[in-house]
């Protein structure tokens, strides 16, 4: 039998292995990965709802004047709210987004014109299928690597017909610099979210901190601060 000194020993190196191994998951997984994939991702910005996105698609309809064949692929569609209305108003959608929770949850909406895939936008594994290509809702930028923007730019450019076009969804960097709020509380749900952020190392970095049901949570998120003049030497890599 093990006396209680050495007991304690052990329970203390098996604790420290877990945490070891904890912390190596988490460092293998991204930020959007857990976050995205969490139901208070949902809560936090349910306010950011239908109707607001289909003034987005209204607005970007009667810009675009798409033919009525018109085929559309949103990337990081999230939960369909862009895809959905899209089908609505006749065109064949494709949504596609990394999050497993958010398939399964809008995959109820399919029809033959209307589809959803868990895929990374870096690996669209299309060629030249669709006149559009939408990227709604600050869904670019999360990457630390440059690499990573890169291939995404260029799978969206293999994935679009000749003379098609690429719709992103960016944040005005100067404003949000000249407007950031460091500190901030949301309520939503029952739910205090206390939000934090800063610009580190060329990120906009947000943390979201709050109780639920007697639990902490903690989320992250990083946005690059991608200016025009960075967009367009993406796109001309890739013309």
């Not at 943390?207 to 007697?214: A, N, Q």
């Not at 998120?221 to 003049?229: A, D, F, G, N």
């Not at 993406?234 to 013309?239: G, Q, R, V």
Request: proline share 1%; charged share 25%; aromatic share 16%.
């Amino acid at each position: 039998m093990l006396n209680n000194n050495l007991y304690f020993y052990v329970e203390i190196v098996i604790r420290h292995y877990f945490t070891i191994q904890l912390m190596k998951k988490n460092i293998q997984c991204e930020w959007f990965e857990n976050w995205f994939d969490s139901p208070y991702y949902h809560i936090l910005y349910k306010h950011r709802n239908c109707n607001e996105a289909e003034l987005l698609i209204d607005n970007l309809i009667d810009y675009l004047h798409p033919l009525s064949s018109a085929n559309f692929l949103d990337i990081g569609c999230g939960k369909g709210r862009h895809s959905i209305y899209l089908n609505k108003k006749g065109y064949s959608v494709t949504g596609i987004d990394l999050s497993q929770g958010n398939i399964a949850s809008v995959s109820k909406f399919k029809n033959k014109n209307l589809h959803f895939f868990a895929e990374d936008m870096r690996k669209i594994n299309r060629t030249n299928d669709f006149d559009y290509v939408l990227n709604l809702f600050t869904s670019f930028g999360y990457f630390e690597n440059k690499k990573d923007d890169e291939d995404t730019i260029y799978a969206v450019s293999k994935a679009l017909k000749a003379n098609g076009i690429f719709v992103l969804d960016f944040m005005n960097i100067q404003k949000v610099m000249a407007n950031l709020i460091p500190n901030e509380k949301k309520f939503s749900s029952g739910i205090e979210f206390s939000i934090k952020r800063k610009i580190e190392n060329n990120f906009i970095i947000k943390h979201i901190h709050f109780f639920d049901k007697g639990k902490e949570y903690n989320f992250l998120e990083r946005v690059k601060m991608l200016t025009v003049s960075d967009f367009k030497n993406y796109f001309a890599a890739n013309k």
